[in-house]
């Protein structure tokens, strides 16, 4: 018999093994990446079978079964990780009362996945292999998303506002989990074998829903769900298999080793390197698309994407929903004219995360901050910003990118309030309408050109990882993207139409309404960010 020569595979049988070397070599995939890319595949032919089982437990079992069989495929036993860091959730969640139990798990999460991350960088320093830490931040934010959504049961039961403002407090009632799910149903959430590896990230209501089988019987399905999933999933899979040219591309756009390297430093032009950098980036996304759109394909065919019917005029269904799982909206993304709506559209399960279990649980409002000047939204910015740097690992890079995008956000909020264009009104001329949509095109092609150059300048720090080797970069580029934020920023504070002490009236009276008017109407859109709270007081006009 062939001897497996891939260390990777070594606890795995040797026929599994051999096949997935073999499967490997064939397709110029690493062999984490093969790997991981098998069962994302497998996910969507599972998920058929997964509708059709005979009631909620055997699915709740079979969820988790296999979601386990993926991670020791990937990971091997370090998925005990994944193991403990639920059990202790657990216990934290039954044994500590619950006003202080979401800090708890919080804390609990992000030491055990910073243990992964730090382990990572000792073992593979800037390395981009596949280990338990990418799992282990998928777990981490299903265990805080779980503990806030309990604590917010338990507080109802007992009679507490869950938020001084209703629609944010409306949309926690109806997340909320009242009763402590049974052990197999916590493992069917957080091994749910689509979405254990890359996500999406789905609140626990959603998934109990979705498995016992009334997120489709109050739409008039049975329990199996629409018809229509296997063709979802394959529409998923189709993207995916499409952003698969940007990963091609990108193969021959290195940055590690490159950029830093005095090739690119000192004998290259300053517009070669911002192209170059501009391409580079842009592909190098593509990958992050690859895995969510697959991972999208599975929850698909399972059911799990369902999320609800379109209607004509005469209440007939036309359209069946599949958009529940979407992890990001890659042409969004690409075409923005501001950061705003990147971050509305790239990994929101991890961004209702930071918007909904961080943001927004800075409540109450931070007095002392405010005496000194801080505003809430700006302290929830940073704080919220740190926190996705941990979440996503301890090399510098993480940090320099998501505080400086801190200060991007900031200057794009400023940027739409003064430049957005006012649409005309129906009774416009045609000529005002014709002057409107020149500005319009003019204003969309200039705000993307902006966010994507002030992005991707931004986003060589999240790839490059090493902390110098982006100040290497920014330097080398002049730090063009921080200056150009800074004095933007300065300049369109002034430039910015001020409000007269009328407006400020209607608008909420004191700036303490007026943030808490803005928390409520974020907290009303279930598809704004984190981000999007740093546009809070009027980023564009449409939002005023």
């Given at each position: 018999?062939?001897?497996?020569?891939?260390?990777?595979?070594?606890?795995?049988?040797?026929?599994?093994?051999?096949?997935?070397?073999?499967?490997?070599?064939?397709?110029?995939?690493?062999?984490?990446?093969?790997?991981?890319?098998?069962?994302?595949?497998?996910?969507?032919?599972?998920?058929?079978?997964?509708?059709?089982?005979?009631?909620?437990?055997?699915?709740?079992?079979?969820?988790?079964?296999?979601?386990?069989?993926?991670?020791?495929?990937?990971?091997?036993?370090?998925?005990?990780?994944?193991?403990?860091?639920?059990?202790?959730?657990?216990?934290?969640?039954?044994?500590?009362?619950?006003?202080?139990?979401?800090?708890?798990?919080?804390?609990?999460?992000?030491?055990?996945?910073?243990?992964?991350?730090?382990?990572?960088?000792?073992?593979?320093?800037?390395?981009?292999?596949?280990?338990?830490?990418?799992?282990?931040?998928?777990?981490?934010?299903?265990?805080?998303?779980?503990?806030?959504?309990?604590?917010?049961?338990?507080?109802?039961?007992?009679?507490?506002?869950?938020?001084?403002?209703?629609?944010?407090?409306?949309?926690?009632?109806?997340?909320?989990?009242?009763?402590?799910?049974?052990?197999?149903?916590?493992?069917?959430?957080?091994?749910?074998?689509?979405?254990?590896?890359?996500?999406?990230?789905?609140?626990?209501?959603?998934?109990?829903?979705?498995?016992?089988?009334?997120?489709?019987?109050?739409?008039?399905?049975?329990?199996?769900?629409?018809?229509?999933?296997?063709?979802?999933?394959?529409?998923?899979?189709?993207?995916?298999?499409?952003?698969?040219?940007?990963?091609?591309?990108?193969?021959?756009?290195?940055?590690?080793?490159?950029?830093?390297?005095?090739?690119?430093?000192?004998?290259?032009?300053?517009?070669?390197?911002?192209?170059?950098?501009?391409?580079?980036?842009?592909?190098?996304?593509?990958?992050?698309?690859?895995?969510?759109?697959?991972?999208?394909?599975?929850?698909?065919?399972?059911?799990?994407?369902?999320?609800?019917?379109?209607?004509?005029?005469?209440?007939?269904?036309?359209?069946?929903?599949?958009?529940?799982?979407?992890?990001?909206?890659?042409?969004?993304?690409?075409?923005?004219?501001?950061?705003?709506?990147?971050?509305?559209?790239?990994?929101?399960?991890?961004?209702?995360?930071?918007?909904?279990?961080?943001?927004?649980?800075?409540?109450?409002?931070?007095?002392?901050?405010?005496?000194?000047?801080?505003?809430?939204?700006?302290?929830?910015?940073?704080?919220?910003?740190?926190?996705?740097?941990?979440?996503?690992?301890?090399?510098?890079?993480?940090?320099?990118?998501?505080?400086?995008?801190?200060?991007?956000?900031?200057?794009?909020?400023?940027?739409?309030?003064?430049?957005?264009?006012?649409?005309?009104?129906?009774?416009?001329?045609?000529?005002?309408?014709?002057?409107?949509?020149?500005?319009?095109?003019?204003?969309?092609?200039?705000?993307?050109?902006?966010?994507?150059?002030?992005?991707?300048?931004?986003?060589?720090?999240?790839?490059?990882?090493?902390?110098?080797?982006?100040?290497?970069?920014?330097?080398?580029?002049?730090?063009?993207?921080?200056?150009?934020?800074?004095v933007g920023l300065i300049s369109l504070h002034f430039a910015a139409p001020k409000k007269t002490k009328k407006d400020a009236h209607t608008h909420g009276g004191h700036k303490k309404e007026?943030?808490?008017?803005?928390?409520?109407?974020?907290?009303?859109?279930?598809?704004?960010?984190?981000?999007?709270?740093?546009v809070a007081n009027g980023t564009t006009k449409k939002d005023e």
């Amino acid at each position: 018999m062939s001897q497996v020569t891939d260390p990777e595979l070594a606890h795995l049988p040797t026929p599994l093994a051999l096949i997935l070397e073999r499967g490997s070599s064939l397709t110029g995939l690493a062999s984490d990446q093969f790997r991981l890319l098998c069962c994302l595949l497998l996910s969507v032919l599972l998920g058929q079978v997964h509708r059709r089982l005979p009631n909620v437990t055997v699915k709740h079992i079979f969820s988790f079964t296999w979601g386990l069989a993926f991670c020791y495929v990937l990971v091997g036993w370090t998925m005990l990780h994944l193991v403990a860091t639920v059990l202790v959730t657990l216990v934290i969640l039954k044994t500590v009362h619950y006003h202080r139990a979401p800090m708890l798990v919080f804390l609990w999460s992000l030491f055990h996945l910073s243990y992964a991350h730090i382990y990572r960088m000792i073992t593979s320093y800037l390395g981009y292999n596949l280990d338990i830490s990418l799992l282990q931040m998928i777990t981490c934010v299903k265990c805080i998303t779980f503990a806030y959504n309990y604590a917010d049961g338990q507080a109802l039961k007992n009679g507490e506002p869950l938020s001084a403002f209703p629609k944010l407090a409306s949309l926690r009632e109806e997340r909320c989990v009242r009763a402590m799910p049974t052990i197999i149903e916590t493992f069917s959430y957080f091994f749910f074998y689509a979405g254990v590896l890359v996500g999406p990230c789905y609140e626990l209501r959603e998934y109990l829903d979705f498995t016992s089988g009334e997120l489709f019987k109050r739409d008039g399905y049975s329990v199996r769900g629409p018809p229509g999933s296997l063709k979802a999933a394959l529409k998923s899979l189709g993207k995916g298999l499409l952003l698969y040219i940007g990963m091609f591309i990108s193969g021959f756009l290195p940055l590690q080793g490159y950029i830093q390297s005095d090739a690119f430093i000192n004998q290259t032009s300053f517009a070669y390197r911002y192209a170059y950098s501009m391409v580079a980036i842009i592909t190098g996304r593509a990958k992050y698309y690859f895995a969510w759109y697959f991972a999208e394909g599975g929850c698909n065919s399972a059911g799990l994407g369902y999320s609800g019917q379109v209607r004509d005029k005469d209440g007939h269904v036309i359209a069946v929903k599949w958009e529940r799982c979407i992890n990001a909206h890659a042409w969004a993304v690409e075409s923005a004219n501001g950061l705003h709506t990147v971050t509305n559209h790239w990994n929101l399960g991890v961004n209702n995360w930071l918007k909904h279990y961080v943001f927004f649980r800075l409540e109450p409002h931070h007095n002392f901050l405010r005496c000194v000047g801080v505003p809430n939204s700006v302290f929830g910015n940073y704080v919220t910003k740190f926190t996705s740097a941990i979440w996503h690992g301890y090399y510098t890079g993480y940090f320099l990118f998501f505080l400086s995008g801190a200060l991007a956000t900031q200057f794009d909020a400023a940027w739409h309030k003064v430049f957005d264009p006012v649409a005309p009104s129906a009774t416009a001329s045609a000529s005002e309408r014709s002057s409107y949509k020149r500005k319009y095109i003019i204003w969309r092609i200039v705000g993307w050109f902006l966010c994507m150059s002030i992005l991707n300048y931004l986003g060589m720090a999240f790839m490059l990882l090493d902390g110098m080797s982006a100040i290497t970069y920014w330097s080398n580029m002049y730090w063009w993207g921080h200056i150009a934020c800074i004095v933007g920023l300065i300049s369109l504070h002034f430039a910015a139409p001020k409000k007269t002490k009328k407006d400020a009236h209607t608008h909420g009276g004191h700036k303490k309404e007026k943030e808490g008017a803005t928390v409520a109407a974020l907290g009303a859109n279930p598809n704004a960010t984190a981000a999007t709270a740093t546009v809070a007081n009027g980023t564009t006009k449409k939002d005023e």
